[in-house]
């Protein structure tokens, strides 16, 4: 499959100095210091380091005014930009180009749902390192959570909001149900899917990855998305809001259907054919995602990667096999 997806042409290449903090990039673009903002919260550390050569996009609205979007590898680019990586999908379903997701409609994004069985994060070591890192947009080493753990027990309480990321995706616990946004609602055969969109840009040999470092966020996306498969969508706040907007026959089919679940990588690089969970970087996602698939979430993924002749993001695979 080679499929054309989405046309750039302005963008800048420059080289990459050094990793301020997960947010902030420190790059030389046309012999000039100066900053990067970067969306994707995963570690990177095979392509955010100094000497790799970016290409960036530009934003309007930040201090910064480049967007560190992707990683040259010769004559193409790996996609690190996770909304790159979103508006790629989102294209890739408008155009039919996933054969097993053709004639969707995207009924919302940042979907609310509350989790009844969701549980809080707990004063666990990897819990601690979470909040650190989305208290203080830094990574924590393991001699530094140690420390944490002797100086404050970070706990989430009912009442805490957390941004974590410039995009201001909220996760929140409200009494003893967890609150969280998934990517999409989505309507598929007169069906509707919770859709989950995760950035898989680590790789092993010819495996593209995820996630590269623990990730809590994951663990309480996968666990919601089994928990609310099958689920009545009555059951799930925003609907009736989605219903409104929709009409009364939408309003009376979504409270009367079942609710299904689904998570989509997308592997931003081109020399890979298959997706794997990161079982050594976080054992517990290696463990929900099988969860997952037995109880019935589908689990998909997708291959994408940037041509740099063409300056087109291409979807080089709709169906890239998954290995669980």
């Not at 009912?158 to 409200?174: A, G, H, P, Q, S």
Request: glycine share 4%; charged share 30%; aromatic share 10%.
């Amino acid at each position: 499959m080679f499929k054309p997806i989405i046309k750039i042409e302005n963008f800048e290449i420059g080289e990459i100095m050094q990793r301020i903090n997960k947010f902030v990039v420190k790059v030389r673009i046309r012999n000039k210091i100066t900053f990067a903002h970067l969306n994707n919260t995963g570690r990177l550390e095979e392509f955010v380091r100094k000497g790799r050569i970016g290409i960036f996009l530009p934003i309007k609205g930040r201090k910064t005014k480049f967007r560190l979007s992707m990683i040259k590898e010769n004559s193409y680019a790996s996609i690190i930009d996770t909304s790159l990586q979103m508006k790629s999908f989102e294209i890739a379903l408008e155009k039919g180009y996933l054969s097993w997701f053709r004639g969707v409609k995207i009924l919302k994004r940042n979907f609310k749902i509350i989790d009844t069985n969701g549980t809080r994060i707990e004063n666990t070591r990897m819990g601690r390192e979470y909040i650190h890192e989305l208290n203080t947009n830094t990574y924590m080493n393991e001699s530094q959570i140690d420390k944490t753990r002797m100086e404050h027990e970070y706990k989430i309480t009912n009442d805490t909001r957390i941004d974590y990321t410039n995009e201001t995706r909220i996760n929140k616990f409200v009494g003893n149900s967890y609150e969280s946004l998934i990517d999409y609602l989505i309507e598929y055969k007169n069906k509707f899917y919770l859709v989950e969109i995760k950035s898989a840009v680590m790789k092993k040999k010819n495996l593209a990855m995820y996630p590269d470092c623990p990730s809590i966020r994951g663990q309480k996306h996968i666990k919601a998305l089994i928990n609310m498969n099958g689920n009545q969508l009555k059951n799930i706040q925003e609907w009736q809001r989605i219903g409104n907007m929709n009409g009364n026959e939408f309003n009376k089919r979504i409270t009367t259907n079942k609710i299904y679940s689904m998570i989509v990588f997308i592997a931003g690089m081109k020399n890979i054919n298959a997706f794997t969970p990161n079982k050594d970087a976080d054992p517990k996602i290696y463990e929900l995602l099988k969860e997952a698939k037995r109880k019935g979430v589908k689990i998909k993924a997708i291959q994408i990667y940037f041509d740099l002749r063409r300056k087109e993001v291409i979807l080089k695979n709709d169906n890239l096999k998954v290995i669980l």
